[in-house]
């Protein structure tokens, strides 16, 4: 997991890459290491075996607390600490709340390295894990700091934006599908409808930090009702949505989505009774609610001020549907019409 930091620190210096015993590329044996004391120990040794004394060291996490151990009880071991996000201050927690915080923290993990973090704990095995769990809720590091003489970098950070989150809330708006402006007589001469206003909510889930720390994957599902009689339905809309930057300045996402109308509105905007069909001259339908349509949608923006995050940016949208079953087969569209329905926009955004 730490080879790439490994690469970009050797750039211009050397760099040792340890394992613990029973971590990584390190084997260790089944009743051993039994507490942080023997993880330190080991350091310690391995160190003067190799001839690195008083070399400078780094440790991230469990690795960070072990680092302050030796730098307290070996304080000729090391000439510098770097520790990164160390476990241990100002306390460790017990292993029940150490392992629901692994669950929790697990979906956080960006895919590229989540495959890793799971080989490696894999490699470790349970038994190594809980002695090792055990004996860090009962080890505190605190006392030691004192007793750490060398110059020492800590590292801390704010939670990591990568991982799993949730949304959820309302939508609102009007559906003005043949309220005005009816360009094809035929379809004219069936009469205006009233416009729909429909109210409802969306419930997704995404995941961010798929390629990079910026990017996102989501799946969503709206549903709209009508209250206002116009249609007396209701409109399903799941979809998936990937969104990434390409740079400072450009962002672009994609789309794929589909429509599950009911019975009440693939009726009203899709159905011909005989009356109309004798008014229109289209052939009368009886429209059967379900599968409505599949869809896709390209957006990109470039931000005129080269931060994405402030300033102004032109953008474009391009969004393409294809109607399916009744919906497609409606003389509305199949005489009238086209099922293959295009949208675009350009547009300048602003943000703050």
């Not at 044996?29 to 330190?40: G, N, V």
């Not at 060291?57 to 070996?74: Q, T």
Request: hydrophobic share 40%; net charge negative; proline share 6%.
């Amino acid at each position: 997991m730490y080879v790439r930091v490994s690469r970009e620190l050797a750039r211009e210096r050397t760099v040792y890459v340890y394992d613990p015993p029973g971590h990584g590329f390190s084997k260790g044996r089944r009743d051993y290491p039994r507490s942080m004391e023997d993880l330190t120990d080991h350091l310690a040794e391995w160190l003067v075996a190799c001839g690195l004394n008083c070399a400078p060291l780094f440790g991230h996490s469990l690795g960070g607390e072990v680092i302050f151990d030796l730098a307290a009880r070996y304080p000729n071991c090391t000439s510098a600490l770097i520790a990164c996000a160390p476990t241990g201050i100002p306390e460790n927690p017990s292993v029940t709340m150490q392992v629901l915080r692994l669950l929790r923290d697990l979906p956080r993990e960006r895919l590229p390295l989540l495959v890793p973090a799971l080989s490696a704990y894999s490699t470790s095995g349970f038994g190594l894990m809980f002695r090792l769990a055990s004996d860090q809720s009962q080890h505190d590091t605190g006392p030691l700091l004192p007793a750490v003489q060398v110059p020492t970098l800590l590292l801390d950070g704010d939670a990591a934006e990568g991982g799993l989150d949730l949304e959820l809330g309302p939508i609102a708006g009007v559906r003005l599908n043949r309220t005005s402006d009816i360009k094809d007589r035929r379809v004219r001469r069936l009469g205006e409808l009233d416009a729909a206003i429909e109210v409802g909510g969306f419930v997704g889930v995404g995941y961010k930090g798929l390629t990079n720390p910026y990017d996102r994957l989501g799946v969503r599902v709206e549903l709209l009702q009508d209250v206002a009689d116009a249609h007396g339905g209701y409109v399903v809309s799941p979809s998936i949505e990937f969104q990434t930057p390409l740079s400072t300045s450009l962002f672009v996402g994609a789309s794929l989505s589909a429509e599950f109308a009911s019975e009440d509105y693939a009726d009203a905007y899709f159905s011909i009774t005989p009356a109309g069909a004798t008014a229109s001259g289209l052939s009368a339908f009886d429209a059967d609610g379900g599968y409505k349509n599949w869809g896709a949608s390209l957006i990109a923006a470039h931000s005129l001020s080269g931060d994405l995050r402030r300033g102004f940016a032109v953008f474009g949208l391009a969004n393409y549907k294809k109607l399916q079953n009744d919906f497609r087969r409606s003389p509305i569209v199949s005489q009238a019409g086209d099922a293959d329905q295009w949208f675009g926009a350009l547009g300048i955004s602003y943000t703050f």
